[in-house]
């Protein structure tokens, strides 16, 4: 397997924007330098060489962003009608939908992701705020009846929380902070965002083109830097009324013990080890690639990734005939060549850590069928797509979140026993059921203990319908207007008559 090489031309845009010398955190709707000066640099998991540089903002960035989003929260911002958010809203995704070429170039370089599957995620995002344009208009409390001796008149009011600590990955940031942003707009929060030190680009680069369309100074601030001090000073900074958090568990541990300083509200998305279900009566032709792109996209760097594929005695040997024939089709290449199905993982610490996985899978008595190795010279941080048979779900491999392009095949006998393996797991975030027989599909469907599964596909995500974890996967609903209602609080009001 050979690694391909970039055929995308970066536009003008793109290009501008990466020769900046540093860049800088965007405060109160300014760019400006950490308040010690201190930079960190990103490399591009493609080649390895420097990207950019960014500054490392810590604790007192953090407090000058929370004051400015305080400020915003207090002052005009919060007395914009229900329809000037909405406008606003659908303003962000028109800009939007004009500049997603030249973001879509910065996310790819700056996280690996290979372009295709980026500009593939447009539609995702143009969906997601046409969903939380239309919330905008759907905050509303209630009218209720009271047992009150008397003429009291009772109802409930819903307001915006206030400032919000938005904390995310780096494996589609992109995207992802939507999550946040979508709510926040719609709901007339304001919010400081801390992205992965690993890729903080396309949030930086968001935050001025949304400030541009007319997000008002003070509603978006982006605080670039470690997790270890820009994270840790916003996840317990008093002044933050609510954390939406997107990462891993153990972090998302930390976070819980610090929003205790305020008692924060809290929205977590951790870790997972997905159970993708091949029932011996699944149609292959779907379910090979579809299992297969369930763990290698984005390189495995996907929280719900199927990771754990469970597959019925009987049809293990002709599913992994075929899954390793449609190895042969994957493609392994720079983040910009357009045609490349697979990128590199983010860092050289990454792919070690991918590798030592490896490592642990053969000494544990997984049977490798396929990959194992880094791809390249060195540079880029490739690996090969990766296929252990014969897993157990005791191995390490299948208990702990690898979180790089490995595949597990683990046997199972009947339905019951497939559902006792999928839920003998920490984690509860995706799933997936593959069967021609709908009851078979249901009874895995009702068994399995989890946020989100999927019959007979893998992966899709509409903000209507929601997305979410449990166990060590999280809580607080992605979509639906469960997400809407925790930038929210609700007031109980008693009118006496
Ligand atoms: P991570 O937990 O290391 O970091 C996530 C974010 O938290 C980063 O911005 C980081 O700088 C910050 N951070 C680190 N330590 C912190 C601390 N002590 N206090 C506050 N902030 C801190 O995760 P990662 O390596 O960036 O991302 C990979 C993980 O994210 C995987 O476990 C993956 O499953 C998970 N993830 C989950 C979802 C989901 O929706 N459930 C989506 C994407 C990624």
Not at 27 to 50: K, Q, Y
Not at 64 to 75: C, Q, S
Not at 239 to 265: C, H, L, P, W, Y
Request: glycine share 10%; net charge negative.
């Amino acid at each position: 397997m050979t690694i391909t090489q970039q055929d995308v031309e970066l536009s003008e845009l793109a290009r501008g924007f990466l020769s900046r010398e540093v860049h800088y955190l965007f405060i109160d709707g300014e760019r400006v330098p950490a308040v010690s000066g201190n930079t960190l640099s990103t490399s591009a998991p493609s080649t390895g060489e420097v990207l950019a540089r960014f500054s490392s903002g810590d604790s007192s960035d953090v407090d000058l962003a929370v004051a400015a989003a305080r400020r915003a929260f207090k002052g005009e911002w919060s007395t914009w009608t229900p329809y000037q958010r909405q406008a606003l809203l659908i303003r962000v995704a028109q800009v939007l939908d004009e500049r997603f070429e030249e973001l879509a170039q910065i996310e790819a370089l700056d996280m690996g992701s290979p372009i295709s599957r980026v500009r593939n995620s447009k539609q995702g995002l143009m969906r997601m705020l046409s969903f939380f344009a239309a919330q905008a208009l759907s905050i509303s409390g209630e009218t209720l009846t009271n047992g009150i001796p008397g003429n009291v008149s009772t109802m409930t009011l819903k307001a915006p929380v206030g400032v919000i600590g938005g904390i995310i990955p780096w494996n589609g940031p992109l995207n992802s902070q939507f999550w946040i942003i979508g709510a926040v707009l719609a709901s007339g929060c304001t919010t400081v965002l801390k992205p992965a030190q690993y890729a903080s680009l396309s949030v930086l680069r968001v935050a001025e083109i949304l400030h541009e369309a007319g997000v008002p100074a003070g509603v978006l601030n982006v605080v670039t830097g470690r997790g270890s001090e820009a994270g840790t000073a916003l996840a317990a900074h008093t002044d933050v009324d609510r954390v939406a958090f997107t990462g891993s568990t153990e972090t998302g541990q930390k976070i819980i013990e610090a929003s205790t300083s305020n008692i924060k509200k809290l929205q977590l998305e951790l870790g997972g080890k997905s159970a993708d279900i091949i029932c011996a009566d699944a149609n292959l032709d779907k379910a090979v690639p579809a299992a297969a792109m369930g763990v290698f996209a984005n390189s495995g760097q996907v929280c719900y990734a199927g990771t754990r594929v469970l597959v019925q005695r009987s049809v293990v040997d002709q599913f992994t005939e075929r899954l390793l024939e449609y190895m042969t089709t994957l493609r392994v290449g720079h983040s910009l060549d357009s045609a490349a199905t697979l990128g590199p993982v983010i860092s050289e610490s990454q792919l070690d850590t991918v590798l030592s996985y490896v490592d642990v899978g053969v000494s544990e008595g997984a049977e490798l069928l396929y990959g194992g190795e880094r791809l390249g010279a060195g540079g880029g941080y490739y690996m090969q797509p990766t296929v252990f048979g014969s897993v157990t779900n005791q191995m390490r491999i299948a208990r702990e979140e690898i979180f790089g392009p490995v595949l597990s095949i683990i046997p199972f006998d009947d339905i019951e026993d497939a559902i006792e393996i999928a839920n003998d797991s920490d984690f509860g975030l995706g799933g997936a059921v593959w069967s021609e027989n709908l009851s078979t599909a249901l009874r895995v469907v009702q068994g399995v203990h989890t946020g989100t599964m999927w019959v007979n596909c893998y992966g899709y995500i509409d903000p209507l319908v929601g997305f979410s974890g449990t166990k060590l996967s999280g809580y607080g609903a992605k979509g639906t207007a469960a997400h809407m209602d925790t930038y929210l609080y609700t007031k109980s009001v008693y009118i006496q008559l």
